[in-house]
């Protein structure tokens, strides 16, 4: 993947605020370059080459087109860096799985990370120009499906919605099983409703929308939260904190996330570097 063309998405551009042309043509060996870039931010790489062109005036994109922005990016990288990077999936943008609306969520969040400063904190505490990989990664993602990566970020927020088994007659259509893609929900002969393995369930709610007699119910709905995730030489999943959370939960973990990274974080240090066992288990215990 070129990385000053994956980098590029990191700026957090909207679509809304490109000003893309809609008649621009793009040449084959743009293209090519393009298509390496991960899907889900290939759209925004394209908008800001398709925007930078249109500046200049242009409107066929060829594969200098696409090289000048990654030049111009790089070297500006460090007016691009904002101290966090927040991502979220599509969700109630049209998403069929989506088993918790994070709207809400999300502009508390990105409220409490801009009141934090950390691009202040980075400034006064990193030697040298700031860059990307020193910014705090948060992503929230509306399913279990987790399209906006939460388990490589430093604090993954993960939507859920556990079910449980009412009291309304099942029918035996098997709908909750087909829809299970855990093999969690089961139907024995001689059972007249479902049962859940929740070691296999994931909380994605999929067995709930699929119930047509709503023997299947919602039981608790909230978030699952990971800590720790990242990239880079030294690659670490992030590992799940106990339990579902609320909303308000949600938000007082990552405002005592930042708080401990703030205390603790010299030189670029990340969030997930600085989270030892001790630490996590400090975090396990704030809700549980």
């Known amino acids: 993947i070129p990385t000053g063309l994956y980098m590029i998405v ?3 551009y909207s679509n809304k605020n490109t000003g893309t042309g809609a008649n621009m043509k793009w040449r084959e060996d743009a293209e090519e370059a393009v298509k390496k870039v991960p899907f889900f931010v290939r759209k925004k790489v394209r908008a800001r ?3 930078e062109a249109l500046d200049q005036g242009k409107t066929v994109i060829t594969l200098a087109e696409v090289n000048d922005t990654r030049t111009r990016f790089l070297s500006n990288m460090k007016n691009e860096v904002k101290g966090f990077q927040l991502d979220t999936c599509f969700g109630q943008g049209g998403c069929p799985n989506t088993c ?4 809400s969520l999300l502009e508390r969040l990105e409220k409490l ?3 934090e400063d950390l691009l202040g904190f980075l400034k006064k505490t990193v030697k040298g120009d700031l860059k990307f990989h020193h910014e705090v990664r948060v992503s929230l993602a509306q399913c279990p499906n987790a399209c906006s990566q939460p388990q490589i970020k430093d604090i993954g927020i993960i939507g859920a919605q556990t079910p449980k088994v009412g009291q309304r007659e099942c029918s035996r259509c098997l709908a909750c099983i087909e829809a299970c893609k855990e093999n969690a929900v089961l139907l024995d002969d001689d059972s007249p409703s479902p049962s859940i393995d929740f070691k296999a369930c994931i909380s994605c709610g999929a067995c709930i929308r699929a119930c047509p007699t709503g023997t299947m119910e919602q039981d608790i709905k909230g978030y699952r939260v990971l800590l720790g995730g990242r990239l880079g030489r030294h690659p670490r999943l ?5 339990g579902l959370f609320t909303e308000n939960q949600v938000v007082d973990l990552v405002r005592a996330c930042l708080s401990f990274y703030k205390q603790h974080s010299t030189d670029g240090k990340r969030f997930s570097v600085l989270l030892d066992d001790m630490a ?3 975090f396990n215990s704030l809700f549980n």
């Open 280 to 282: 996590f288990d400090y």
């Open 238 to 242: 992030a590992r799940e904190l106990d």
């Open 49 to 51: 080459v398709e925007k």
């Open 100 to 103: 918790v609306s994070g709207d």
């Open 113 to 115: 990370l801009q009141q």
């Open 10 to 12: 990191m700026t957090q």
